[in-house]
């Protein structure tokens, strides 16, 4: 069963708009969370993470908010840009290394 | 620096063959990893490694095998291919002590027949 999930399989948003993506989680014992970015033909590349002991992470046009108690996690991309238009997989580790996926959810930005 | 890099890229096997995919990080890291990803499935992973010469299960292990001979090298095997094996392959390493950031392969694209 999976631990992680993204239940939005795509996103389309406005050039200039903002995206916010949505993950939640099952397994009480994750404490650190993750976001990844993969283009097509490419493998996922780090976007952003965040602590359990935090409730917000910034960098530049990214930002992760976490809710333990509602087990859940959103990241917010201000301003969206075509270049933002991939897939993003939320992650999860509960032991330092192996991390849990969920099914990604497909950003589409139009102009 | 070329990061992570996979061995080949795409590959079409027949029911029953086998293969081995090579991955390979030039960036010294402790830990490595083979994941498979799959439509709807996110990524899952296969086998990892905490260090040379050491392997454990992932996710979903059954029909693989693997090798960390070499600390920079991660071979994934598949002794008798299934179409159920047919997906996306990626490797990742990742340094020790404490959460690092995974840095992934570009993939290899499996068909089995």
């Known amino acids: 069963d999976q631990q992680v999930k993204q239940n939005s399989p795509s996103l389309s948003v406005q050039e200039g708009r903002i995206s916010i993506l949505n993950c939640d989680y099952t397994?009480?014992?994750?404490?650190?969370f993750l976001w990844y970015k993969k283009y097509p033909a490419e493998g996922p590349t780090f976007l952003i993470s965040?602590?359990?002991?935090?409730d917000k992470n910034e960098d530049g046009r990214f930002t992760v908010f976490l809710n333990k108690s509602a087990k859940h996690l959103s990241l917010h991309i201000v301003p969206s840009q075509p270049g933002d238009s991939a897939v993003y997989f939320c992650?999860?580790?509960?032991?330092?290394?192996?991390?849990?996926f969920g099914a990604g959810t497909t950003v589409t930005v139009r102009a | 620096n070329a990061g992570v890099t996979q061995t080949p890229k795409f590959r079409v096997l027949k029911t029953g063959q086998s293969m081995t995919l090579l991955c390979a990080q030039d960036?010294?890291?402790?830990?490595m990893y083979w994941y498979r990803q799959d439509p709807g499935m996110g990524l899952r992973l296969i086998h990892y490694?905490?260090?040379?010469?050491?392997?454990a299960k992932g996710e979903v292990p059954d029909g693989y095998n693997v090798s960390r001979l070499k600390k920079q090298n991660f071979l994934l095997g598949l002794e008798s291919a299934a179409p159920s094996q047919t997906s996306v392959y990626f490797c990742?390493?990742?340094?020790?002590?404490?959460?690092?950031?995974?840095?992934f392969g570009p993939g290899t694209r499996l068909t089995v027949l």
């Open positions: 965040i602590s359990s002991i935090k």
């Open positions: 397994n009480s014992m994750f404490d650190y």
């Open positions: 960036m010294n890291h402790e830990y």
């Open positions: 490694s905490v260090g040379e010469g050491t392997t």
């Open positions: 992650a999860a580790s509960e032991d330092d290394y192996k991390l849990s």
């Open positions: 990742a390493s990742s340094g020790a002590g404490g959460v690092n950031e995974q840095f």
